[in-house]
């Protein structure tokens, strides 16, 4: 029986079972840390400390490992890229025009 894929690694996008995301874990693939914050399904580039959870400590290194209790893998790791301007500015003109 094959265990059940529940990630992909944030570097080279090899699938990850739950085994996979201990503290000392590595891809078996590339070999980086995938207990980390780019493997987080709270990451995001942009927010405070690059994460959408408020309390979570401050991790310097995003690609290591780290004891964040917040930690949950993502399906699919985010892309390590802020929104473009178009992005931004769609937005932004969607939101003024919810008060005009």
């Not at 993502?74 to 473009?84: E, G, L, Q």
Request: hydrophobic residues 30%; proline residues 8%; glycine residues 4%.
């Amino acid at each position: 029986m094959e265990p059940d894929i529940i990630g992909h690694c944030w570097h080279c996008g090899a699938d990850l079972t739950r085994a996979d995301y201990g503290r000392e874990n590595h891809c078996r693939s590339c070999g980086k840390a995938t207990r980390c914050c780019r493997n987080c399904r709270l990451y995001q580039r942009g927010r405070p400390n690059d994460c959408l959870e408020p309390l979570a400590e401050p991790v310097a290194d995003k690609t290591r490992a780290n004891f964040c209790e917040h930690f949950d893998p993502a399906p699919r790791p985010a892309a390590d890229r802020p929104a473009s301007s178009a992005d931004e500015d769609s937005l932004r003109q969607a939101a003024e025009a919810l008060f005009k």
